[in-house]
C-alpha cells in the first residue's frame, strides 16, 4: 500500500487546525446568538403592544375589570395629543374611543354598573338586567334571604305627623244641639236609681277654646295618637227648660287616635268646670235647679277631618250635665240637667307650621 503524505502549512501544526476549527464554530455560534437576540427583541415588541392580565386577574372567565378602570379616569384627550395612536393610555383616552368604553367596561364585567367614568362597585346586574345592591352578610349563600334580594317598601311620610305634634295650638270653636234627656249617667257611683223629672230641657253649647297639644303621635296599633287640653269658655242657651242661660269655664281632656295618613282621627274628651246658670226652683218652679252656681261635665266622641295641616272639621256626639253637687239641699233639692245631642266645631291652627320626622 502506498502511502500518502500529509501536507501541512509551515509553521502550522495541530495548534494552527484547533484554533481554526474553534473560529468556525464561533462564527456560527455567534450568528445563532444575533438571530436570537433580534427574535427576542422582535417577540418584546409584540408583548409590549397587548394588555397583560395576571392570573389574579381573571375569574369564572371573565376580566377583573378594575384593570381598565385606570384607563378610563384620567382625562380625555385629543387625536392631536395622542399622535393618532389607538391604544389606551393610563393619563388619557382618546374622545373617539370614549363612545364604546362603557360597552367595553360592560361586556368585560356585567355584574357591575358601568359608566363612562368607570365600575360602580355598590350596585350588581341581575339576569333580567335590574340593577340590584350588592350581597351583604345578610344575603349571601347560605343566608336565609339567599333565594332574592327583596326591594323595600318605601313608607310614605305620615302627613299627620305635621298636624298632631306636641305644643301645637289651635283655636277651637263647637256648637251643639242637646235636645235629649236621660238619666245622670253616674248614678250607680251615688245611690241613685236612674230616675228621671218629668220637666225637659234642651241647651245649645257655644263653646270657644284654646287647644294645645301636649304629646307628639305615640302608641302603637288602635291606640296610636296623641292628647289635647282645651282651656275653654261657654255660652249656653236653654230654648227648652225654665232656666234661659248658663256661662262656665272648662277644661277639657281629649284622645286623637292618629293613625298613618287618614284625614279623618277619630277622637274621645271629656270636659268639666264650673258656671252660673239662672237657677229657677228658689222662686218656685218645681223640678227647676236649686242655685246659680252649679257645675258642669261633658263626654263626648267623634270624628275630626283634616282640610290641611291648619284648618280641620269635628262631628260628634256629647253628653252634657249640669248640676249643683247638693250645694243647695237641703232648702232646695238637686235635680240637674242630663242632655245630649250632636256637636260640631272648628280648628283654626295658631302656632307656625311644623314639618314632622317619621317615626
Known sequence: MTSVPVRSRPGRGSAYEAFALFARKSIRWTGFLRQSQLLFFLVLVVALQIPLHSQSEIFDGRINVNAYVPLVSGPIASDADLHSSDRFAPGAINARQLSFVPELLQSISPNKKCTSAG?????????????VPPLTDDTKPGTESVTAVSERKVKRPDRNLDIYYRNRREFSLDVGWHPVNIP???????????NMTPLKYT????????????????????????????FSASITAIPRGPETHYYSLDFGIRRNFVYRNWKVVPYFEQRGGAGLINAKEPVGVIWAQGQNLTFTYNMGAGIRYNFDSKYSFSAGMNYMHISNGYLSQPAFYNYGINVYGPMFGLDIRLSKPHHGVPQ
Request: hydrophobic content about 45%.
Open 119 to 131: 365600575c360602580d362597585e355598590s350596585y350588581s346586574m341581575a339576569s333580567d338586567g335590574r340593577l
Open 184 to 194: 245622670f249617667v253616674y248614678d250607680f257611683a251615688v245611690g241613685d236609681s236612674y
Open 203 to 230: 241647651l245649645v253649647p257655644v263653646i270657644a277654646s284654646l287647644r294645645w297639644h301636649v304629646t307628639n303621635v305615640g302608641w302603637r296599633w288602635i291606640f296610636r295618637g296623641n292628647m289635647d287640653f282645651t
